[in-house]
T-cell receptor, first 114, second 115 residues
């Protein structure tokens, strides 16, 4: 069965610091990869996704992620975080085709301090 | 606002009881997914319906069942509730094609507390 690992459980950064959150998945076939964000008290929202093409994907709010197939990784990055980025971030994967059920990582809680 | 609605927002019930959670997908979306988010298990896929038919099943207990109605809204039924069923239950919907690359849009969730 596929699995998703997010190694950082809780990250604390100061405003303007750079962010990189790790995500690794275990499935060897075709995958679609997603990063979702959950702001306090809100529902999950899509930040970005990769399903084909350029492995460097740009999303909303200045986030980007790079798909490295050889490393089974899809790390999320942002060059300069803001206090409003405080949230929980989830990496998710599905197998492509019509197998759309998402397998989520355990999430990374990001706290940005002023 | 994702366009996915879920009711109720909160539910408090006792062990052994049965509850029904309701989800209305975004307009035009044919797929509905149910996920459970708990502290110990994280976010786990339960079940997917596509245009009224069960499409995929995940870690859904036999005490749980779901259906999707002709108007595309879905209900998740949880019975013989146990303390461990306390969790946040999310519904998500995706578009008109049965494709894994489609974005899933999540509702605000129903927080279930079993006492």
């Amino acid at each position: 069965a596929q699995s998703v690992s997010q190694h950082n459980h809780h990250v604390i950064l100061s405003e303007a610091a750079s962010l990189e959150l790790g995500c690794n998945y275990s499935y060897g076939g075709t995958v679609n990869l997603f990063w979702y964000v959950q702001y306090p008290g809100q529902h999950l929202q899509l930040l970005l996704k990769y399903f084909s093409g350029d492995p460097l994907v740009k999303g909303i709010k200045g986030f980007e992620a790079e798909f490295i197939k050889s490393k089974f990784s899809f790390n999320l990055r942002k060059p300069s975080v803001q206090w409003s980025d405080t949230a929980e971030y989830f990496c998710a994967v599905n197998r492509g085709g019509t197998a759309s059920k998402l397998t989520f990582g355990t999430g990374t809680r990001l706290q940005v301090t002023l | 606002d994702s366009g996915v609605t879920q009711t109720p927002k909160h539910l408090i019930t006792a062990t052994g009881q049965r509850v029904t959670l309701r989800c209305s997908p975004r307009s035009g979306d044919l797929s509905v997914y149910w996920y459970q988010q708990s502290l110990d298990q994280g976010l786990q896929f339960l079940i997917q319906y596509y245009n009224g038919e069960e499409r995929a099943k995940g870690n859904i207990l036999e005490r749980f069942s779901a259906q999707q109605f002709p108007d595309l809204h879905s209900e998740l039924n949880l019975s013989s509730l146990e303390l461990g069923d306390s969790a946040l239950y999310f519904c998500a919907s995706s578009g008109s094609r049965d494709s894994a690359s489609e974005t899933q849009y999540f509702g605000p969730g129903t927080r279930l507390l079993v006492l």
